[in-house]
């Protein structure tokens, strides 16, 4: 008999109640200006968070998707975020996407970026035309402030207008931007941004010291690094 049970009925089946439930828990995620609540482990909105981009953002990508496979419910709630991504998440007066509404950390992520690029990708994907207009920006955004050539990689703060790179250097906004970078390129055909996620695995590579599997930051002094672990907790 075989043991090899990926392919088969029952465990495709497994996998799809398994989906549907993922999908029941979040139903609750939409605030009512289009903001994306963090959820307890009931799956009931925690005011006690600040809605943030990311979160928006992912849980756009993962209704898009499910609205991609023709599963009910799924479309409004997307379309719902998108808009919220679009309209309320936006830095009208410097450009990009905020971290947040209402939290402490007013600085311009890398991180965060690759979100909005992966919701507008999927939303695209799935004929939104306000998604459409999102990846658009995103893009040139993240080509423009982000991607860096002189190192092959993106970079990964900026202070809120723009004015200040910080110094520090992870692997974990490249990770995802890589992601984003290729469903970017799935969007809207253009070769350019899964060239960007090559480029930036390419070269993240080989960087890791021999001591060290950690990214070595830069040298330039005049940039302040920002010590491990200070973004916010619960991100991967």
């Known amino acids: 008999m075989s043991t090899n049970w990926i392919g088969r009925l029952a465990h495709e089946n497994w996998l799809g109640r398994q989906e549907l439930e993922l999908l029941n828990f979040g139903r609750g995620v939409v605030r009512e200006d289009g903001l994306a609540s963090w959820l307890d482990s009931a799956g009931k909105p925690d005011a006690s968070h600040a809605p943030e981009t990311w979160i928006a953002c992912r849980m756009a990508h993962v209704y898009f998707l499910a609205s991609l496979r023709g599963i009910p419910g799924s479309t409004p709630i997307a379309q719902r975020l998108i808009r919220g991504i679009n309209e309320s998440l936006r830095d009208r007066a410097n450009g990009g996407w905020i971290e947040s509404v209402g939290g402490e950390d007013d600085d311009k992520a890398a991180y ?35 991607w860096d050539p002189e190192y092959g990689r993106f970079r990964d703060t900026w202070s809120a207008d723009w004015s200040e790179l910080r110094g520090y250097r992870g692997i974990n906004a490249n990770m995802h931007l890589v992601e984003a970078m290729l469903a970017a390129s799935d969007a809207t055909g253009d070769p350019l941004y899964a060239q960007r996620a090559v480029g930036s695995i390419s070269t993240t590579s080989g960087s890791p010291t021999s001591s060290s599997t950690r990214i070595a930051p830069p040298t330039n002094s005049s940039r302040t690094a920002r010590p491990s672990g200070t973004r916010s907790s619960g991100r991967g």
Do not use: P
Request: glycine share 6%.
């Open 112 to 146: 965060t970026h690759a979100f909005v690029v992966l919701a507008a990708s999927t939303g695209t994907i799935a004929g939104d035309e306000v998604a459409a207009v999102v990846l658009k920006d995103a893009l040139a955004v993240v080509e423009e402030r982000f």
